[in-house]
């Protein structure tokens, strides 16, 4: 069922094919700014900021600061989000829906009624952030130049 969520997470990414950052980097840069060491106030672990609670619901590896561990624990959680709230209103979560859903979780977005003009403002600025990475057309990096002979 894990992979399933997750490969439906990525599906979605894709049809929303946006030219900017990874659903994933874009919540690591605005949750920690890409940190790996960062523990929140409310004792969020990793670059994604997950609660302890969540992580403990996908592994029982405390290597908080791996970044693979935590971008596979956040990929999986990510798909169950997104798949949540496709579930429970009949539509595919928009990139501010999706950061709604990080931060505030399902049972804070279903209380609003998944509606965006009633989140609160300290999320609703974030969420924008959010939207503006995924967005930006970020610069490509240039292929590396041939490399010539050793016997030049």
Same mark, same amino acid.
Do not use: C
């Given at each position: 069922m894990?992979?399933?969520i ?10 929303? =094919?946006?030219? =900017? ?6 919540? *690591?840069?605005?949750? *920690?700014? =890409? #940190?790996?060491? @960062? ?14 609670? @969540? ?7 405390r ?68 939207? #503006?990475?995924?967005? @930006? ?7 590396d ?8």
């Open positions: 894990k992979h399933i997750a490969l439906l997470a990525v599906s979605v990414s894709v049809l929303r =094919g946006h030219a =900017g950052m990874s659903d994933l980097d874009a919540i *690591s840069m605005i949750e *920690s700014g =890409g #940190n790996d060491r @960062v523990v929140g106030s409310a004792g969020e672990v990793s670059r994604y900021q997950i609660m302890p609670n @969540v992580w403990r619901a996908y592994t029982a590896s290597e908080y600061q791996n970044a693979w561990v935590s971008r596979e624990i956040a990929r999986e959680h990510l798909g169950y989000l997104l798949a949540t709230f496709q579930h429970e209103t009949g539509r595919v979560a928009q990139d501010f829906d999706l950061y709604v859903l990080w931060n505030a979780g399902v049972p804070y977005y279903r209380r609003i009624g998944f509606r965006p003009d009633r989140v609160a403002i300290r999320i609703r600025n974030r969420a924008e952030r959010f939207v #503006n990475l995924k967005r @930006v057309d970020l610069p490509r990096r240039r292929a130049p041939p490399r010539l002979a050793a016997n030049w």
